[in-house]
């Protein structure tokens, strides 16, 4: 099967690039059909740095665990120019998702072609179990429309603050202090 989504979000292409990045954001916008709570040592990071597995549970509506997921994260090379690209090619291990065996999603940040500074969302994925498609694609689609939703209602909250700036260095000084 295979689910689209293409949305032109209010926020600029590096605030959409790091709430990809972003284990709170992917909460957000699963919510509240799915959660997500971490397997790894540390729980989960704030951002993810690294390519590679992470483990998580993934828990239907943010309370029944509902089987063992890894996001797969890496950074495709070779796109155009302006375009930047975060790839899951994780999948469910356990439960629910275990049914798909084949996980793709491809998510993609540019300058939209309007010159208004806001992001041109790509987002893509390929995913399938055999005879289980039937079933599944319908819940799937509508899961993927719900996140549109959330992603086009949380983009105008999301902001850039490159290290080196007043705002980042507060932010950065605020989170150092002791509590």
């Known amino acids: 099967m295979r689910l689209l989504l293409k949305l032109v979000l ?3 292409p590096d605030a959409a690039w790091r709430a990809l990045h972003s284990p ?3 909460r957000e916008v699963t919510a509240p059909w799915l959660d997500f709570s971490s397997l790894e040592e ?3 990071p704030t951002r993810w740095e690294a390519d590679g597995p992470h483990r998580v549970m993934s828990l239907a509506f943010r309370r029944f665990p509902s089987g063992e997921e890894v996001i797969d994260l890496s950074h495709p090379a070779g796109l155009p120019e302006g ?3 975060l790839r899951d090619t994780g999948g469910g291990r356990s439960g629910v998702f275990a049914a798909f065996d084949r ?3 491809r998510m ?3 300058p939209a072609p309007d010159g208004s500074g806001r992001t041109l969302y790509r987002d893509q994925l390929l995913a399938g179990g055999g005879a289980i498609d039937v079933l599944a694609w319908y819940p799937t689609w509508a899961f993927w429309q719900w996140r549109g939703v959330r992603l086009r209602q949380l983009a105008p909250t999301w902001s850039y603050d490159p290290p080196g700036t007043a705002d980042a260095d507060a932010a950065a000084a605020a989170a150092a202090a002791p509590r």
Do not use: E, K, P
């Open 42 to 44: 540390g729980g989960l």
């Open 24 to 26: 709170a954001v992917l």
């Open 83 to 85: 375009v930047r690209m």
């Open 108 to 110: 993609a940040v540019s």
């Open 103 to 105: 996980w793709d999603h």
């Open 10 to 12: 209010d926020c600029t």
